[in-house]
């Protein structure tokens, strides 16, 4: 698969992008994506937006009781 790739260090208000000439009248995919990470929303002295939980033991339940048959 041919794929064409521009990064943009400070990505403008419009994007033009010229097709090639084989590339015209085929279907194609088109995808933009951030490469840098936006800021984390979890600041330091914040709790994680998740609970660790913690026990004291495990329990395997035997495949016949997760699944019916």
């Known amino acids: ?3 064409l790739r521009k990064v943009y260090d400070d990505a ?3 994007i033009l992008l ?3 000439s084989e590339w015209r ?3 194609v995919e088109v995808v933009l994506s951030a ?3 936006p800021d984390d ?3 330091a002295n914040q709790a994680p ?3 660790v939980l913690k026990v004291d033991r495990r329990i395997v339940a035997n495949r ?3 699944h019916e048959r």
């Open 64 to 66: 016949d009781s997760l």
């Open 25 to 27: 009248h085929r279907r």
């Open 41 to 43: 929303p979890c600041l």
């Open 1 to 3: 698969m041919e794929a």
């Open 35 to 37: 490469l840098d990470r």
């Open 18 to 20: 010229p097709i090639p």
């Open 12 to 14: 403008p208000d419009e």
């Open 49 to 51: 937006p998740y609970r």
